[in-house]
């Protein structure tokens, strides 16, 4: 009897949301997941990877497949354009979404740095020397999940007095 060749099947989840994605396989046959030799039909997944696994349906015939869990979770960021320190907008700020690491400077127009954070949540209100004009930053980020890898953005900001 031959078998039918390996297969690969592709689900997603976010892993920044703590999301899982459940498999439940036929019963009537017999799996051996390569990943901890657990034989079980239904299987829970909780983190981006390929899973390999044994199928060997009722006339012993044995096949391998796979499944691959991607993350689909990709950072997101937002960088303002401008702020008024004696306005609405008060402070250049930084917001996003699935991010897991962060760095950032802001540099004078002389290229000296002038301000730098490793937190989104830090914000830029200028100093008493600080005035209106242009700066430029630069952001390395990265993502929350298995697979993240570092980007980068820049830009320039204006402070407006």
Not at 31 to 43: I, R
Not at 87 to 114: A, H, M, P, Q, S
Request: glycine share 6%; proline share 2%; hydrophobic share 35%.
């Amino acid at each position: 009897m031959i078998c039918p060749i390996n297969y690969i099947h592709i689900t997603t989840l976010c892993e920044a949301n703590n999301q899982y994605v459940s498999v439940n396989l036929d019963v009537n046959e017999k799996y051996l997941w390569l990943s901890d030799l657990d034989t079980n039909n239904f299987k829970l997944f909780t983190q981006a990877a390929c899973y390999g696994l044994v199928i060997t349906n009722r006339h012993n015939c044995q096949i391998t497949d796979s499944i691959c869990v991607e993350d689909i979770c990709q950072p997101i960021l937002f960088c303002p354009n401008a702020f008024v320190p004696n306005g609405v907008n008060k402070t250049f700020k930084l917001k996003g979404k699935y991010i897991g690491e962060i760095e950032w400077y802001i540099y004078d127009r002389w290229g000296n740095l002038i301000f730098t954070s490793t937190s989104i949540d830090d914000e830029w209100a200028g100093n008493k020397d600080t005035q209106s004009g242009v700066y430029f930053y630069i952001v390395k980020y990265k993502g929350i999940g298995s697979n993240a890898e570092y980007k980068s953005t820049k830009g320039t900001i204006t402070l407006i007095e």
